[in-house]
């Protein structure tokens, strides 16, 4: 696909992907702009990241052909809700959580070329996953250009619209999980004496490994999990000791949770 690829909005989340983007060879090295209302902090970002700041969101809309909605959800409206006429022709991409192709078939009618894109943090590694909806209005080749763009930083994902909250809870939520996992971890390995940037590097390096080998294996969880409690061993003593703490079931609670507002 042709042309320049304006972020409206350039918080956490779309610099993470702008900056993975960068470090391919898919784009032109002039190829990304942004507009953002802090200006000075938009800015700066340019300087570091390498695109071309907007002051205002008309401007970039008109030297633009595919836009990168992301801004926060509540933001959505009052950015293009103004620009309307101007996103005609256009190609939008949204990474906003909530909003479906639907939701933008409302705010814009059927003149704009809509993607939902659910992403996650893990995309700061270039090991995003990256949720697309399938009801989406794209040309079949630009569809295909822009799940490469997010196949370049990640794993792509066709998603059916009524499985979006779930899967963006998993893919998305789910993260913040893992996290107070690792971190409870860490801090048992350092009152066991470990050093805490060794049990990181321990640590991140197991759940890596236990992904790619659920991904490589195709096994069921419980049969990884099986696979490293030898009987008499010491492993499933601490699986038993998870069982009776309710891990299984927090997993499930956090997830349920998370849906309540997705
Ligand atoms: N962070 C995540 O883990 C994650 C995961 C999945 C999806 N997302 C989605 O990604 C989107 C951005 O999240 P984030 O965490 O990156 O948020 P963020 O860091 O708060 O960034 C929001 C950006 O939107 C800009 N903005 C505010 N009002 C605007 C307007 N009227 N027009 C244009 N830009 C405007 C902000 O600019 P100023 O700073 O100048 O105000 C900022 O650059 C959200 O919709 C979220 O649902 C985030």
Redesign the pocket.
Known sequence: MQGKIGF????????AILKGWKSTALFAEDQFAA?????E??RKNAKEIGFEPYSD?PSLMRDCNTLI?????D??E??LGGVKEQLAGKTLIS?????TFERYAELLGDGVRVQFV????PAMAKAGMFLFEDNNSLLPEELDAVKQWFSSIGEVEVIPTKLMGIA?CIA?SAPAFVDMMMEGLSDAAVSCGMPRDMSYRLIAQMVVGSGRLLQESGEHPGALKDAVCSPGGSTILGVEALDKAGFRAACQEAVHATMKRT
């Open positions: 409206v909005g350039m918080g956490s989340m779309a610099q507009y953002a209302p802090n200006q902090k938009l969101l909605v992301a801004c926060k959800p933001q959505v009052r950015a990474i906003a959580a909530l909003w659910m992403p996650n943090t963006s998305g």
